[in-house]
């Protein structure tokens, strides 16, 4: 927000900077010379602010970074894949201890990642997904799936473990023939 006033102030002398805020501080220099008295202040003034606020953030974001370490639940979360101490951090403080929630399926379904159910006639179709709850929170483990893409191979080698734990289980036997469709030979 600091950045984007910098830059619609410096807009009415003219100046345009682009958007993103390591480039506003890169070019802004250039222009500080160029402002008369009042505005070269304020500028400099909000510049300064900018700093003062990233600086802060760095802070916290180490301090969480060190609570999550510290914390059993948290390093648990941060194994997974696209976890790390702000999720997990954010994740325990709005759940908690989980005794709410009698699996995964329902602290999905709060955060708001399940498909709506529609169903008319007696067919029930899956939409997209719901968006009930926080909106910050479902963002976050969604985001860190994006961070941590995979590749097709990988994609494959994962299904191929899962058919092959699956096969070694008797209750999931019926799962390993589902994945063995879609990989090929499971045993491989």
């Known amino acids: 927000m600091t950045y ?7 807009s009415e002398f003219g100046v345009v ?48 970074a060190e609570i999550a370490r510290e914390d059993a639940r948290s390093k648990r979360l941060m194994r997974l894949r696209g976890i790390g101490p702000t999720t997990a951090s954010a994740l325990l403080a709005s759940i908690g201890a989980g005794h709410d929630f009698r699996n995964d399926r329902q602290v999905a379904a709060w955060m708001g990642l399940t498909p709506g159910r529609y169903s008319s006639g007696g067919k029930a179709r899956l939409g997209s997904i719901t968006k009930a709850g926080d909106a910050y929170l479902r963002g976050l483990p969604v ?31 019926r799962h390993a023939a589902t994945f063995a469709g879609r990989t090929g030979d499971a045993s491989k």
């Open 17 to 64: 900077l682009p958007q993103s805020p390591e480039k506003v501080r890169r070019h802004i220099t250039e222009h500080l010379d160029t402002l008369s008295g009042w505005a070269k202040r304020s500028i400099s003034d909000l510049l300064e602010h900018a700093g003062h606020i990233e600086d802060r953030l760095l802070e916290y974001d180490r301090a969480i």
């Open 4 to 10: 984007n006033r910098l830059r619609g102030l410096l």
């Open 143 to 173: 985001n860190g799936a994006r961070s941590r893409p995979m590749r097709a191979a990988n994609v494959r080698a994962m299904m191929v473990i899962s058919a092959n734990a699956a096969a070694r289980c008797p209750s999931c036997s």
